[in-house]
């Protein structure tokens, strides 16, 4: 199993470009999240996914939008990048079987917008 | 609402030497808790976790933790560390009941020195 896996795993982008984090998992986990990563600050919730069409804020929604079409794949769409965003994102996984949340990560992808 | 609270945001360690890393949260309702880990460019890793019973929890690499209610602390323990131990460690508290937002604490660095 590979896991959780991120691409990209480096991007700049420039104020106002919109791009795609993607981020796929092979382990047949209902629960997919979205964090970012920011010195001091540990991993903030974005967004998360309990199962295909059913998505729900984090607690720094602002900025970015998530779909979920399959059991596999939730990206993060940034719609108008600012360089508050730059940080450093994490996607992560889970089973909701077995009740107690313990998630798997993703490698991260550091983005920068300038 | 739940947070989390890391005392220390660096602790400088000599190898062999015992080290605790603390952790204190609250809650208004019960909570799942766990202790993840961070090496260097990776994304993080569990290390532990307490759902109920035993309220001293052993994990992986030779690290525990010991939950305790009375005073809402969850402190990481081990005996002796290893150059391989220095990385960041995260404290996360979840809600036992319905609860699909994991709160991260800000992280503490352990630096394990020769």
């Known amino acids: 199993n590979a896991g959780v896996t991120q691409t990209p795993k480096f991007q700049v982008l420039k104020t106002g470009q919109s791009m795609t984090l993607q981020c796929a998992q092979d382990?047949?986990?209902?629960?997919m999240s979205w964090y970012r990563q920011d010195p001091g600050m540990g991993l903030r919730l974005i967004h998360y996914?309990?199962?295909?069409?059913?998505?729900d804020q984090g607690e720094v929604p602002n900025g970015y939008n998530v779909s979920r079409s399959t059991t596999e794949d939730f990206p993060l769409r940034l719609l108008s990048a600012a360089p508050s965003q730059t940080s450093v994102y994490f996607c992560?996984?889970?089973?909701?079987?077995?009740?107690?949340?313990?998630?798997?990560f993703g490698p991260g992808t550091r983005l920068t917008v300038t | 609402a739940q947070s989390v609270t890391q005392l220390d945001s660096q602790v400088p360690v000599f190898e062999e030497a015992p080290v605790e890393l603390r952790c204190n949260y609250s809650?208004?309702?019960?909570?799942?808790l766990f202790w993840y880990v961070q090496y260097p460019n990776q994304g993080l890793q569990l290390l532990l976790k307490?759902?109920?019973?035993?309220?001293l929890v052993k994990g992986i690499n030779g690290f525990e933790a010991e939950f305790n209610k009375s005073q809402t602390s969850f402190h990481l323990r081990k005996p002796s560390v290893h150059i391989s131990d220095t990385a960041e460690y995260f404290c996360?508290?979840?809600?036992?009941?319905?609860?699909?937002?994991?709160?991260f604490g800000a992280g503490t660095r352990l630096f394990v020195k020769a």
């Open positions: 809650s208004s309702v019960s909570v799942y």
């Open positions: 307490y759902l109920s019973g035993s309220t």
């Open positions: 992560a996984s889970s089973s909701l079987g077995t009740g107690a949340y313990e998630q798997y």
């Open positions: 996914s309990v199962g295909a069409g059913i998505t």
């Open positions: 996360a508290v979840n809600r036992n009941t319905g609860g699909f937002k994991t709160i």
């Open positions: 382990m047949n986990h209902e629960y």
